[in-house]
């Protein structure tokens, strides 16, 4: 599982697998470095892992000098800027709160990440399908995913 775990969380987040969504969130959360903070961040907005998120955000704000540096964060610049711009928004608030208050900040940033998810559901009842299609990114990750399974399952089956 250790090379897998990008792709079975985008499997496990279409097919509703609850526990190996789990389980992949905590591993990808321990495999957080200056170079794939960003890609990590942008993949728990995409599969609704609000764990990863938080760990991502906390990650970037202790490393932003480095990260600022990396091609993710300059990609990430270029195509989403609302990302960015809550990255910032998340720093310039965590400098604002004392330790004791972090606790209340998870909560309230499960809460704040579970309202844009319901949102982005608003968006997706409402917005013409030919506006949507720009949500194709998601799905070609979780075909992507379902390949590098079967050639998994090929593998195993050879020995």
Known sequence: MQKHEIHL????????????KHRCTKALAEQLTIENVVDMLQLARLCDTPDLYLKCMKFL?????????????KFLQRHDSMLE????????????????EEEETQVGA??????????RFAWSTYV??????SDHTTRNLAKR??????LINAEASSF
């Not at 704000?61 to 964060?73: A, D, H, I, L, P």
């Not at 910032?88 to 965590?94: G, R, V």
């Not at 499960?110 to 949102?119: C, H, V």
């Open 61 to 73: 704000r202790s490393n932003f000098r480095k990260v600022e540096k990396t091609e993710g964060w």
């Open 145 to 150: 995913s379902c390949h590098v399974a079967n």
């Open 85 to 100: 711009l809550e990255i910032l928004q998340f720093m310039d608030e965590a400098e604002s709160v004392t330790e004791e």
């Open 9 to 20: 969380l985008a499997l496990s987040h279409v097919y509703l697998v609850p526990r190996l």
């Open 110 to 119: 499960e809460l704040i990440f579970t309202a844009k998810r319901r949102d």
């Open 128 to 133: 013409p399908k030919d506006v949507q299609a």
